[in-house]
Every structure is written in C-alpha cells, then in structure tokens.
C-alpha cells in the first residue's frame, strides 16, 4: 500500500494524465476518478479514466542525455527516445481526453519521465548494464544515427559498427522502479 504522501503525488499526476484500463483491473485499486474531487476529474469520461496506482508505482521511465550533447542534439535526441518509448510500450501513453468544450487532446505520457544527464562513458557503462537485465527496455540513441541519412543507411552503418565504438547521444529505460533507480540514481537531472 503507497504511504499517504506517495497517494497525495499520484492524485495529482492522475489529474494531468490518464491511464489506460487494460493496466489494473477496477477491483485491485485503492481508488478511481470518480472518488476525486469534481475539478480534479474529467466528468465527461470518469468511468474510462480510472487510476492506477500499482502500475504507476512499479515501472519508471528514465531519459539520460549526453551532457556534451549541444542543446539542440539533445531535444533531439530525447524526442526520439520518446517516440520509441511509447511505440514500443502502449500502455504509457493514455486514451485522448477532451478539455471543457469538447475539444479533444492526444494522449500523454501517463508517466512522469525524469530527463537526466551523463557522460559518453557513463551512457556506454549504463546501456551495457541495462542491456542485461531482462525487465528492463532499453532504447537508444546514438551518433550513428544522428549522422545517417535515411534509416537503412543508419542500420548498415550500426550493423558493421563494433559495440565499443558506438557513441551514446542518450538512452531511454523502462522498468522496475528500483531496477531503473539503481541503474540511474546516481545521475543528475539535466538542466
């Protein structure tokens, strides 16, 4: 059971994100919107927008950006990271919601997703670690890429690149809370 504190800060992260129903069913929750107060729920869709705080307290998103990265590599960079993160898990990214015309929104991130900041030879120690770990997804990006043309050229280049010599722009990881936290907590947020 999530302390009071940790319920208070998902609370409000649910109010700005919405999780899909396929994550937790209803009867294993410790609460839902519709207990919510009314300017904190979507009152057009209450009952599609149940929290779900089991699934939110397990897995954590981690973005780590090459601190020599230029500024705008680095946008880049954690853009794309972004893109594979929610094709490749759908359940991170919740339903579309409507503001209080109609007006419909896409989906975000139902995560929050801290951006931190690392060293090439931390981001090539830190992808070695994660890659064996096998709850963890690792996503990357790398030099190669940012140089390539098209997507096959990026791929054969990749192809007869040796591990060692790939360059990390940044990484993406998702998994267990404490997996991805021992992997990355002692980084610091990218500012």
């Given at each position: 059971?999530?302390?009071?504190?940790?319920?208070?800060?998902?609370?409000?992260?649910?109010?700005?994100?919405?999780i899909?129903?396929?994550?937790?069913?209803?009867?294993?929750m410790?609460?839902?919107?519709?207990?919510?107060?009314?300017?904190?729920?979507?009152?057009?869709?209450?009952?599609?927008?149940?929290?779900?705080?089991p699934?939110?307290?397990?897995n954590?998103?981690?973005?780590?950006?090459?601190?020599?990265?230029?500024?705008g590599?680095?946008?880049?960079?954690a853009?794309?990271?972004?893109?594979?993160?929610?094709?490749?898990?759908?359940?991170?990214?919740?339903?579309?919601?409507e503001?209080?015309?109609?007006?419909?929104h896409?989906?975000?991130?139902?995560?929050p997703?801290?951006?931190?900041?690392?060293?090439?030879?931390?981001?090539?120690?830190?992808?070695?670690?994660a890659?064996?770990?096998?709850?963890?997804?690792?996503?990357?990006?790398?030099?190669?890429?940012q140089?390539a043309?098209?997507?096959?050229?990026?791929?054969?280049?990749?192809?007869g690149?040796?591990?060692?010599d790939v360059?990390?722009?940044?990484?993406?990881?998702?998994?267990?809370?404490?997996?991805?936290?021992?992997l990355?907590?002692?980084?610091?947020?990218?500012?």
């Amino acid at each position: 059971m999530p302390s009071s504190a940790a319920m208070s800060r998902l609370v409000r992260r649910a109010s700005f994100c919405s999780i899909r129903r396929s994550a937790v069913s209803s009867s294993s929750m410790t609460g839902s919107f519709a207990e919510l107060p009314n300017d904190v729920r979507n009152r057009s869709r209450a009952a599609a927008h149940e929290a779900r705080f089991p699934t939110v307290l397990t897995n954590k998103m981690v973005v780590v950006i090459a601190a020599e990265a230029p500024v705008g590599v680095a946008l880049n960079t954690a853009a794309l990271l972004g893109v594979g993160l929610g094709h490749h898990h759908d359940q991170v990214v919740g339903p579309e919601t409507e503001d209080a015309a109609g007006n419909p929104h896409t989906g975000m991130c139902a995560y929050p997703i801290p951006v931190l900041r690392a060293s090439a030879e931390q981001l090539h120690d830190l992808r070695t670690q994660a890659a064996v770990r096998d709850d963890v997804t690792v996503h990357d990006m790398h030099q190669i890429a940012q140089r390539a043309r098209t997507y096959d050229q990026m791929s054969t280049t990749l192809s007869g690149t040796k591990p060692d010599d790939v360059e990390y722009l940044g990484l993406a990881l998702f998994g267990p809370r404490q997996t991805v936290d021992s992997l990355t907590g002692a980084l610091a947020l990218y500012r």
